[in-house]
């Protein structure tokens, strides 16, 4: 007995319905657009990156999701193999920052300076599905390459924001907050440098625990409980505003630079001035996020509808040195575009301005003139900007029309072999 192939997909990946496509194909055509008129150009990376620049200690835990990719042909000697490294030499890309940083540094000498990098593409985590996470999912990254001004970060923002404004998503927030104020606020604590990547983890869940939840677990970890106490202070009394970083000025001293305040208050005060969509902008001192590769400013934008963030990013100015041995000033911003699509999904979302859709249901009688004549207006009405659709007639004709109504097809023509030179 033959066994029957599976028809649902792998665990964590997702088959996706005409509705959603269309949804799907109307946002990436109106993030490139909108990335389009920032100066933003579209470039591509393979899906699969060689396994040594995926595990290179950037990426955090997402190097521990990596699908791996077994060698191929005569360089596959599993029986002379020791370790995992013997069997693999490239695996599906976690992220597109990686393989973009990979790509300057291949490429850097036919890009412009500074590269405004738009990637739309796939990417892959052996992860825990659940809501709004799949096992492959979207991204959708702009990235400036070779600017080292705050400008980087401005122009980001400005982007990223306008785009969601313009699929009318609202109450959203743009949290920023830079690595270095986190440093400073630790060192001003009395934590040491070597624990700074450990107390960031324990704080990175203030908004689920709490600060005494961030207390309890910092002094079980062993640090010291004035320390704690003066750290957590620090966020009680700081503002979500620009006048917040006023005051981090004047309580950290000498362990804030002052370029780092002075570019947080430009980029904030920029953002307000300039922006095209209605959105907060919010100093946010717990921000952490997780990758190591962020050396500066990090930002996300949170939506009160999905109770987390839509989108995220930062600065990144050392990875590129990893691949040329020169660092060079990178900033990027990348939007959750399989969280957004699904919003958009249970909004009950239309893409706006889609054409008409129209169409020819066929009597299983009509000649082979007939069939031409309605060749013939098809042809008409897809150049005056139709979605036209020619289908035999069904026994059940009127459940085909409920089916093609739903699908929004307002104009539905039966063909009849007595009736079709009236068309």
């Known amino acids: 007995m033959v066994m029957a192939l599976k ?11 005409p509705k959603e496509m269309e949804i799907r194909d109307h946002v990436i055509w109106l993030i490139k657009e909108t990335y389009k008129t920032y100066g933003f150009s579209s470039m591509e990376t ?3 990156e060689h396994i040594e620049n995926l595990c290179s200690k950037q990426g955090g835990d997402n190097e521990k999701l990596i699908f791996k990719i077994l060698k191929r042909g005569e360089k596959l000697k599993i029986e002379d193999a020791k370790e995992e490294n013997d069997l693999v030499d490239g695996g599906l890309r976690y992220d597109l920052t990686v393989p973009l940083a990979r790509y300057y540094a291949n490429h850097a000498n036919e890009l412009p300076s500074p590269f405004k990098a738009m990637q739309i593409g796939n990417v892959w985590r052996a992860d825990r599905p659940q809501r ?16 080292q001004s705050n400008l980087a970060e401005i122009e980001l923002i400005l982007a990223t924001t306008a785009m969601l404004g313009k699929l009318n998503l ?6 920023i907050n830079d690595r270095n104020i986190l440093k400073a606020m630790a060192a001003y604590s009395g934590f ?4 700074y990547d450990e107390v960031f983890i324990i704080l990175d869940k203030m908004d689920k625990i709490g600060s005494e939840g961030v207390s309890a677990e910092l002094q079980e970890l062993g640090y010291a409980k004035e320390n704690v106490d003066t750290y957590l202070k620090l966020f009680d009394e700081i503002s979500p505003g620009v006048e917040g970083i006023g005051y981090l000025r004047e309580k950290l001293g000498a362990h804030l630079p002052a370029e780092t305040a002075d570019g947080m ?4 005060s920029s953002v307000e001035a300039a922006k095209e969509a209605d959105f907060q902008m919010k100093f946010d001192p717990t921000l952490v996020r997780g990758q190591s590769y962020y050396t500066g400013t990090i930002f996300e934008v949170t939506m009160d509808e999905f109770g987390g963030s839509v989108a995220g990013g930062g600065r990144y100015d050392k990875m590129i040195g990893r691949f040329t041995g020169q660092d060079t000033p990178a900033c990027g911003f990348s939007i959750g575009f399989e969280r957004i699509v699904m919003l958009l999904l249970e909004n009950g979302y239309e893409v706006p301005g889609k054409g ?11 000649s082979p003139e007939g ?3 309605v060749l013939s207006l098809a042809r008409a009405d897809r150049e005056n900007g139709l979605q036209v659709m020619i289908a035999n007639m069904k026994k059940n004709k009127k459940f085909q029309k409920e089916q093609l109504e739903s699908e929004g097809y307002t104009q539905i023509i039966e063909c009849y072999c007595d009736s079709i030179d009236s068309l």
Do not use: H, S, W
């Not at 709004?132 to 600017?147: H, V």
């Not at 040491?192 to 624990?195: H, L, Q, R």
């Open 7 to 17: 028809k649902k997909p792998v665990t964590g990946m997702k088959d996706m319905l």
């Open 46 to 48: 393979p899906c699969v």
């Open 132 to 147: 709004g996470r799949f096992r492959q999912f979207m991204q959708c990254d702009i990235d400036i390459l070779g600017e």
């Open 170 to 175: 609202k109450n959203f927030t743009v949290c």
């Open 192 to 195: 040491k440098e070597e624990d």
């Open 265 to 268: 208050e430009l980029i904030i």
């Open 356 to 366: 008409a859709k129209k169409a020819y249901l066929l009597e299983k009688k009509l």
């Open 371 to 373: 069939m031409l004549r």
